[in-house]
C-alpha cells in the first residue's frame, strides 16, 4: 500500500459501542500521536477520542474511504460497512429529498401516475398512494412515515415492500415492533396479499428463535427485546442478502435514546439492510430530540449530520424543525386531513376532591418530601433523585388508589366513586363500551374487580401471553357482553385496534407523555 513502509501510520478502524461513530485505534497502541496528525491530513480536524485511539463522527466516517499514505488503515467489515453506507446516504440524498417532497407536493394523482406496476392500487387511499411513492423512490435509504395513529401506516409499509419485491429490488423484511403489536403484522400481511408471503413470527425459546431465523421465509417479524438477544442471527441474514432485505420499525419512537440497547442493536443491523423505514403516529412524544435517532436508522445520520442541537426543548425546535425541512426523508399525514369526516375529539376534566384518609395520606407524604428536598444541596439531590422519582410517583398512586403504598387504606378511594358515576352514565345508559386507562397495577386490578358487571377485560403487563392480549381485544371488539377495556397504556397504547369504544377514560396517566398520546 505504501513502498516507503518504515513511514506508513497504520491503524484499526471499527465501530464505537453507541453505532453512532467511528474510531481508528493506533497501531501499534502507542504510536497515538503519529496517527492523530496523518488523519488530520487526510479527514481534518480531529480530536483523540478517550479510549486511546482516534474518533470520527459519522456524518465524517465517509472521508476515511479517502485515506491516502502514510494512513493505512485495517478496517474491520462492520466499520467498511458503516463508511460505506454514510458515502451512498450523503452521495444520494439530496436527490431522494427532492424525489420525495416533489412526490408530496404533487399528491395522490402524480403518485398513481408512478406506481403504474403497483398491484390493488385500488386498496389504497390517496394518502396512502402517496407514502408508497415515496418509500419506492429509486436509489432512496427509506422512509420515515409518521402519519398519525389510524391513517394506514402498516398497509402502506405491506404495498410499498411488494412493489419492491416486484421490481427485484426486495427479498425480505424484517419487522421490529412493540411486543403487542408483533401479531398484527402476519394478520395484515394475510388480510392484503393472502398467502403470497410466508411470514414467520420469532417465538418461543432461544433456541426455537433461532431456528425460526433460519427457515426460508419472506417477512420476519419480532419485537425489540428479540432483536437484541438476536441480533447476530438477523445481522448474519441481512449480510448474506447483502442490501436485499427491508427494515422496518414499527412504533420507531421506542428506538429514540441512544443509550437504549435496543436503539444500538437496531442501529448495527440497519447497516446491512438496503432500505429502512421507520412508522410511528408519534414520533416527538417528549421533546424535539425524540426525533434525531429515527431518522438516523433511515438515513445514516444524513438529516442532522453537523447539526448542533441545543438541550433545552424550546431553543432546539426550531433546529430540528429546519433540518427536517431542509433534508428530512418523512411523510406526514393528520387524521383530520385523511379522514375530514371523522368526528373530532373532546376532552372533559373531572375534578375529584379525596376522600378524607386519602388527604391525609396525600399530604404527609407531600409534606415530608417537600422538606426533604429544602434540606438537602444539588449534589445530595442529584445523588437522591431516584429515590425523589420514586416518592412522586408515590403521590400519583395515593391520588389513584393509596392501598398500593399504604396497605391499611380502607376508604373506597375518590376516583372509583367517581367512576361508578361516569360508567353508569357512559355503559348504562348510553350503551357506550368504555376504555378505562390506568398506569398501576393495583388500581388496574381494583377497578377489574369493581365492575365484573360490565364484562370487563384486562390488558397490562400482567396479561403475559400474546394470545391472551389478542383475546382480551377480541372480545372487547366483537362481544356486546364485554364492554370495559381496562388497560396500562405502557402496555396497550401503541398500535392497537379499539374502535369499537367512542369513549376513553383516564384513572391516572404516567410519567410518559407517549403512552398518554399513543393511547
Known amino acids: 500500500m505504501n513502498d516507503a513502509s518504515t513511514e506508513a501510520v497504520y491503524g484499526r478502524v471499527c465501530v464505537t459501542q453507541h453505532a453512532d461513530a467511528l474510531v481508528v485505534d493506533p497501531v501499534p497502541p502507542t504510536d497515538r500521536h503519529g496517527l492523530l496528525a496523518a488523519m488530520r491530513a487526510t479527514v481534518g ?38 463508511a460505506e453506507n454514510r458515502a451512498r446516504g450523503r452521495d444520494r440524498h439530496a436527490d431522494v429529498h427532492r424525489a420525495v417532497e416533489s412526490i408530496k407536493a404533487a399528491g395522490a394523482l402524480h403518485a398513481k401516475t408512478l406506481l403504474a406496476d403497483l398491484d390493488d392500487a385500488e386498496r389504497l387511499d390517496g394518502h396512502q398512494l402517496v407514502n408508497v411513492a415515496a418509500m419506492v423512490v429509486p436509489d432512496s435509504p427509506g422512509l420515515c412515515v409518521f402519519d398519525e395513529q389510524g391513517a394506514g401506516k402498516t398497509v402502506t409499509l405491506i404495498f410499498a415492500f411488494d412493489l419492491l419485491v416486484k421490481r427485484g429490488e426486495a427479498d425480505v423484511l424484517i419487522v421490529l415492533a412493540p411486543k403487542s403489536m408483533v401479531p398484527e403484522w402476519p394478520r395484515d400481511f394475510e388480510r392484503f396479499k393472502g398467502d403470497m408471503y410466508r411470514t414467520v413470527v420469532l417465538t418461543g425459546s432461544r433456541r426455537e428463535k433461532r431456528e425460526a431465523v433460519c427457515t426460508p421465509a419472506d417477512v420476519i417479524v419480532t419485537n425489540f427485546e428479540t432483536a437484541v438477544s438476536l441480533e447476530d442471527e438477523l445481522a ?15 412504533e420507531s419512537f421506542y428506538v429514540k435514546n441512544l443509550d437504549a440497547r435496543r436503539t444500538r442493536a437496531v442501529r448495527r443491523l440497519r447497516e446491512w439492510c438496503g432500505r429502512a423505514y421507520v412508522l410511528c403516529g408519534t414520533p416527538a412524544p417528549n421533546s424535539p430530540h425524540d426525533l434525531v435517532q429515527q431518522f438516523g436508522v433511515v438515513d445514516f445520520g444524513v438529516t442532522f449530520g453537523g447539526v448542533e442541537i441545543p438541550d433545552e426543548r424550546e431553543a432546539a425546535q426550531p433546529v430540528v424543525q429546519q433540518a427536517i425541512e431542509a433534508r428530512g426523508l418523512y411523510v406526514r399525514h393528520l387524521k383530520q386531513d385523511v379522514l375530514p369526516d371523522l368526528p373530532g375529539k373532546s376532552f ?34 442529584q445523588r437522591q433523585l431516584p429515590s425523589f422519582l420514586a416518592r412522586r410517583m408515590a403521590l400519583l398512586q395515593i391520588c389513584s388508589h393509596p392501598a398500593a403504598v399504604a396497605p391499611g387504606y380502607q376508604e373506597t378511594p375518590a376516583k372509583l366513586l367517581a367512576l361508578d358515576a361516569v360508567l353508569e352514565e357512559l355503559i348504562e345508559r348510553r350503551g357506550e363500551k368504555v376504555i378505562v386507562w390506568s398506569s398501576f397495577v393495583h388500581s388496574v386490578e381494583q377497578v377489574l374487580a369493581r365492575y365484573p358487571q360490565y364484562g370487563a377485560v384486562r390488558y397490562d403487563g400482567a396479561v403475559a401471553t400474546v394470545e391472551e392480549r389478542r383475546d382480551a381485544v377480541r372480545r372487547f371488539q366483537e362481544d356486546e357482553e364485554t364492554r370495559l377495556f381496562v388497560a396500562n397504556p405502557a402496555a396497550a397504547g401503541a398500535g392497537l385496534t379499539l374502535h369499537r369504544a367512542r369513549v376513553a377514560v383516564y384513572e391516572s396517566l404516567s410519567n410518559q407523555a407517549a403512552h398518554y398520546l399513543q393511547s
Not at 474511504?65 to 467498511?80: S, Y
Not at 372533559?348 to 438537602?376: G, I, K, W
Open 236 to 250: 448474519s441474514l441481512a449480510r448474506a442478502r447483502d442490501g436485499r432485505v427491508v427494515l422496518a420499525v414499527d
Open 45 to 82: 480536524p480531529l480530536r483523540p477520542s478517550g479510549l486511546g485511539g482516534v474518533g470520527v463522527a459519522g456524518v465524517r466516517a465517509a472521508d476515511l474511504l479517502l485515506a491516502a499514505p502514510p494512513l493505512v488503515l485495517r478496517w474491520t467489515e462492520a466499520a467498511r460497512r458503516f
Open 348 to 381: 372533559e376534566r373531572v375534578l375529584v376532591p379525596l376522600q378524607p384518609q386519602q388527604q391525609q395520606l396525600y399530604d404527609t407524604a407531600c409534606r415530608d418530601m417537600v422538606l426533604d428536598l429544602q434540606s438537602m444541596d444539588d449534589t445530595t439531590f
